[in-house]
């Protein structure tokens, strides 16, 4: 099997095998840019070299070696990068310079005559060698570098520290360099930060990387040669314009690591014009035949352009709405693939909002740095990425981030660093995670000793409270009111795109008008689950239903229910006049008994006056309706079978607010839903039992209204026999919530205590609470969805569990042809956009 490439044999088809940065220099190859020349060790190598122990084989290294001889450049001096399939910046190493030794620097001395610039070279080699290869750790080097100003002195004291701290002498062979530095890449595919970052983006951790070895070109060679990254358009705002920064007489990771604070790439038009209109023409024609927004690092070696990667440039959540649109308007995509363009989680981000006008002119400004990538973030002030914690609104104040920092980042609200561009590591993986980032702020004096940094006349202590702006650049004092986001036109047009195209419709779980109000705004197409016991919840409503649940049978309960019923009926009234016509799933009462038992005893004694009894007899019925494990207790349709009035009112309440709201001129289509069916007679029995009621009711009225009638299924045994149940039901709603937790065993709230260790292990992969379980509750879902509409041609299908507004759940509920998806208003318009992207790639 072929296990090594030229570039001339790929191209970005074969991004799997190759990975992103070999498949995309194989492309560039192919369409005539001036790429140094170079070689691709697969992915399908990399997984072999782990199946095989770590070793690479002798078929391996042969070909390997075999394949270098097609880069013709001597004396041979090569780069050995890491690429994986899937972009991971910083995530994995890079080796430069490697293939000097003694030798190889003579002789490069001789062609060149500039002795600082070889040796710099070769020393800056054996540090990034044995640093990467054997863990020496770079501050060794970085200290005898310090004391030693001739860099041709370095290159002994670098060996012999290699040798005192590896046992070893440091490897003279060029090859045998090569195939020690690909062998260590293999190695950091499974690194401590590349493991934590393929776990926060849900990347495969069998993927395995590819490794590139490339001919070096030196933009440290002289003050005519530099090296930059630059993207076609702005990655922060979207704007059609390149943007990106370069260092004069660096390397390129110099610039990605932030070590130095580099310069606007519209600079090198002053400096080199010639290169700077090539650099154009490479991006316009990298942008065209990629049809999207690249991130480009090039290096220049005495004026000579080079292009060492291009790729799908990382951009700000409000950027990759612009782009999109901005590229289906110019032609270059279609309405389709611009919808495709936008991570529906960007959505969310979207929605995150920015600082108060007026809350920013009272604000203390503290200083400035570099936007580097959009949102606004309020927390306290971390200087350390261990000490960032989940659940505290933090802002991690770095003086460069490494990828050591991943957690840290992923856990603050935003990242503010001393040096370092837009495009260093830390802006590049907060703009992928959405995250507010400003960077190159060298206003900042940290004193790590103290906890605390000195910016803008002010001493700022750790633990104080700062605000940023990726917008802006802009460091506040305190906290600086954030005010609530609107759409801005770009995302209602990218979204009304979505709306066009999606097949699903988009309902909202909402329990009263302002929630409705809210998910109509964000686009919502109805209401898939109302939670009548959450319009209990309020203070003054709660007594109502604790006295239906407390009260004796006989005119103690019928009053009790009738003051329900009338709260209820206002409820629903209200969220019927706001829908517009919508369609309203209202669930009847669903959690167990307990819930709405008075706790506190200031609670148990009003509601014993209520009642009429004593606090002691008041005690005895809340100790009878306690159940051992109300998960599986007393609860859903088993309360309706228990106390038929409680339903009967509840289903009467919704068709008589519905009757009086069409009377005032507001169309209604109402739903009732019944919750927790484990049995098709319990559904037939309360079915007959509401219906009797509500039959009641249009004789009264003389007038008569459509309406549904089905249920939750959300109990295991219920999938299983869902023809049955659904000869007596019109809709099913999948409540995925508790069929999860049923059919796998997991509590929402416990399973987190021991489910990151199975992940760690390995045994687990994802959120089951988050995105559903599709190899098990995904079948039950798949299995009751068919045997249903078998018994029920007509039967309507859908999710009102939190699974409905998780794109990856949502694209498993397209392939099972759902006719519609609720989920919290907040999350519609993501939900939107993920349902037209289920339906695109569902129909191809």
């Avoid at 943007?243 to 390129?252: K, N, S």
């Amino acid at each position: 099997m072929k296990q090594v490439y030229e570039f001339r044999e790929g191209g970005k088809d074969l991004i799997p095998l190759l990975g992103g940065k070999g498949g995309n220099l194989a492309e560039m190859t192919k369409i005539g840019l001036a790429i140094p020349n170079g070689i691709i060790v697969t992915t399908d190598a990399c997984r072999e070299y782990f199946r095989n122990g770590k070793k690479i084989s002798e078929e391996l290294r042969n070909e390997i070696l075999e394949k270098l001889e097609t880069i013709q450049k001597k004396p041979l001096l090569v780069s050995v990068r890491s690429g994986a399939p899937i972009s991971m910046p910083g995530m994995m190493d890079t080796i430069l310079n490697v293939g000097f030794n003694d030798a190889v620097a003579e002789e490069v001395l001789a062609s060149i005559k500039d002795e600082t610039f070889v040796y710099s070279s070769y020393a800056r080699f054996i540090s990034m060698f044995s640093e990467i290869v054997q863990g020496v750790e770079k501050k060794k080097f970085d200290k005898i570098a310090e004391e030693t100003k001739n860099p041709k002195d370095l290159i002994p004291l670098y060996k012999a520290l290699y040798e005192k701290e590896t046992g070893e002498k440091f490897p003279e062979e060029v090859k045998e360099q090569i195939l020690m530095a690909v062998n260590s890449i293999f190695n950091s595919w499974n690194n401590e930060r590349a493991i934590l970052y393929r776990k926060l983006n849900n990347i495969d951790d069998n993927m395995g990387t590819a490794v590139v070895v490339q001919e070096m070109v030196f933009g440290n060679f002289n003050n005519k040669s530099g090296t930059g990254v630059v993207f076609s358009r702005n990655p922060s705002t979207g704007e059609k314009q390149i943007f990106g920064e370069y260092l004069i007489c660096a390397q390129g990771e110099d610039i990605v690591a932030g070590i130095r604070t580099p310069e606007p790439i519209a600079k090198l038009q002053e400096e080199m014009p010639k290169v700077y209109e090539e650099l154009l023409e490479n991006i316009h024609k990298l942008e065209q035949h990629n049809k999207d927004m690249q991130d480009i690092e090039f290096t220049i070696q005495d004026e000579k352009l080079y292009i060492l990667q291009t790729r799908n440039g990382k951009r700000a959540p409000k950027a990759a709405v612009k782009i999109a649109i901005d590229m289906q308007e110019e032609g270059i995509i279609s309405k389709e693939d611009a919808v495709l363009r936008v991570d529906p989680s960007l959505v969310n981000q979207l929605l995150n909002g920015d600082f108060e006008e007026k809350a920013v002119k009272e604000a203390t400004l503290l200083g400035k740095g570099l936007a580097a990538s959009s949102g606004v973030a309020v927390g306290r002030v971390m200087f350390d990425s261990k000490r960032v914690k989940i659940r505290e609104k933090t802002i991690l104040v770095r003086e460069e981030t490494s990828p050591e920092d991943l957690k840290g980042i992923a856990l603050a609200q935003g990242i503010l660093t001393v040096k370092g561009g837009a495009t260093s590591h830390g802006a590049v993986v907060a703009r992928g995670m959405g995250k507010c980032c400003i960077t190159g702020c060298g206003a900042i004096k940290i004193n790590e000793i103290d906890r605390e940094m000195y910016i803008g006349g002010r001493t700022v202590k750790e633990g104080e409270f700062i605000s940023i702006s990726g917008y802006t650049g802009e460091i506040y004092l305190g906290k600086v009111a954030i005010k609530e986001a609107s759409y801005d036109d770009n995302l209602k047009k990218i979204l009304s795109w979505a709306y066009e195209i999606k097949r699903l419709q988009v309902r909202m779980n909402a329990d009263t008008p302002e929630d409705v109000k809210m998910g109509k705004d964000f686009g919502a197409e109805g209401i898939g689950l109302c939670r009548t016991e959450h319009m209990f919840f309020q203070k003054d409503k709660i007594w109502a239903i604790r006295q239906v649940i407390l009260g004796e049978e006989g005119e103690e309960k019928n009053k009790a229910i009738e003051k329900l019923f009338e709260l209820q009926k206002e409820d629903f009234m209200g969220i019927f006049k706001n829908l517009n016509g919508d369609v309203a799933n209202i669930r009847l009462l669903d959690p167990p008994v307990h819930e709405f038992l008075p706790k506190e005893k200031a609670d148990k004694i009003i509601m014993a006056k209520n009642l009429g009894i004593h606090l002691y007899d008041l005690e005895i019925r809340i100790r009878k309706l306690k159940d051992e494990n109300p998960m599986l207790g007393h609860r859903g349709c088993r309360l309706g079978v228990s106390y038929p009035r409680l339903y009967k009112a509840q289903g009467r309440a919704i068709i008589e607010a519905a009757l009086d709201c069409r009377k005032e001129g507001h169309p209604v289509h109402p739903e009732i839903m019944i919750p927790f069916t484990m049995e098709a007679k319990e559904l037939a029995y309360l079915r007959k039992e509401i219906t009797e009621e509500i039959e009641c009711l249009f004789e009264e009225r003389q007038e008569r209204l459509d309406y549904k009638l089905g249920t939750m299924i959300e109990i295991p045994r219920a999938c299983l026999l869902a023809n049955e149940i659904a000869e007596v039901a019109d809709f099913f709603s999948f409540g995925t919530n508790d069929l999860t937790q049923m059919s796998m065993g997991l509590s929402r709230d416990d399973s987190v205590k021991f489910l990151d260790q199975y992940r760690e292990k390995g045994i687990w992969e994802g959120e089951p609470f988050y995105s559903i379980d599709q190899k098990a509750v995904g079948k039950l879902v798949e299995y009751g969805t068919r045997l249903g509409r078998e018994a029920n041609k007509n039967l309507t299908v859908g999710i009102c569990g939190e699974h409905g507004g998780d794109p990856k759940s949502i694209e498993f509920f397209e392939r099972q042809g759902f006719d519609y998806i609720s989920c919290s208003p907040f999350r519609v318009p993501s939900a939107i956009l993920a349902a037209a992207q289920s339906y695109l790639k569902n129909r191809k």
